[in-house]
């Protein structure tokens, strides 16, 4: 994990051992952590139009950002507890989906990608 | 954004713009494929122990590398679209919560922690 | 639990009994499984437009229809484990919300009711 | 639906009615909100150990129950807006699930389950 990331799982591992909390933080438990973030997330923008959920005004925005930054910081405990290097693994993931959604077979077909992705 | 983060959005972003799929990433939509990834990184632990959530062994590691990646991939680009700096609003979360979980009070307490969040 | 969901409740233990697998239902395997499978839910959705997920044809009606029925399966599993009256519950609950949304207060604003909830 | 289901959907769609929600009410909002109650319901349960999460005590039940209640609210109403018989569909899957984990091949082993599913 290079360079920002780092510096935030860093902080973050400090964050936990003085709280002795690390012991909660296996994999298992992140992920639900993770997912319980992802749902406070998903209540911000549940009852809003696509188009009111693109422009927030700056209250809201820094309350969704940070639910982000909750999402991101298990994530970071994840990976760090996982031995699983973030970015690498997102390139590497990046490049499958290239493979796997041609642009010339999903171009401006979301279905058809929700398909390919069963 | 900076460093590495930055540069995986410029690359998502080209994938999204090649398939013509930047239509369907609102807020809201990008919220929901997040949460839905999240909800694929449980089924992964959902039956293990703690114990065993620690030593996936290789290939269910890989495996959850890639859900990994797919939800820092969405966080990304939800962060984009809304103009929010993820490094940045990270940290300030983490002040947040150094002032929020006190050592003292919360120390090797995560019940106490969870009570804390209502 | 009366009724169907209580017949329900009785056929879902005995399938998880005649395959050993009760040892691993606890509450909080329950939850996770639940919430995974609220996440495929969402996966059918993320990218339509709320006037296409009203009119999603029978193939993915049915789809949508086998991801409530393993919530409801989990919910009620949940809900025998934790010896708890989903029926009475909701009941409960119900009433609660009448009290928090008064009629005049949040007519026709689900950002207030949002609000709320905080 | 028939029955208790039945009789709370009723309630949910006149609780609606009078506060003019129903216009939020599209299944894709539905399946986020429903989504959201499960990420709350995590949060319960992310750091308690398995044996834990069995015995809540009073007020912390309490507090799950009405999660569970939002759940299946939303389950509900769902159900309703896509035209689904809960209770059927949920019969349905449980009679799939029968033939898909054959009790001599996944007796006691819930992560062969798990790779099934995939």
Known sequence: MPDSLDALNGRLLKFARERDWEQFQSPKNLAMA?????????????????????SLGPEKTRAVAHELADILSYLIRLAERLDVDLIAAT???????????????VRGDARRAAEYER
Request: charged letters at 30%.
């Open 91 to 105: 390139e590497e993931k990046i490049a499958i989906n290239e493979q796997r959604y041609p642009v010339d077979r």
């Open 34 to 54: 993770l997912a319980g973030e992802a749902g406070e997330l998903l209540e911000h923008f549940q009852w809003l139009t696509e188009q009111q959920s693109a």
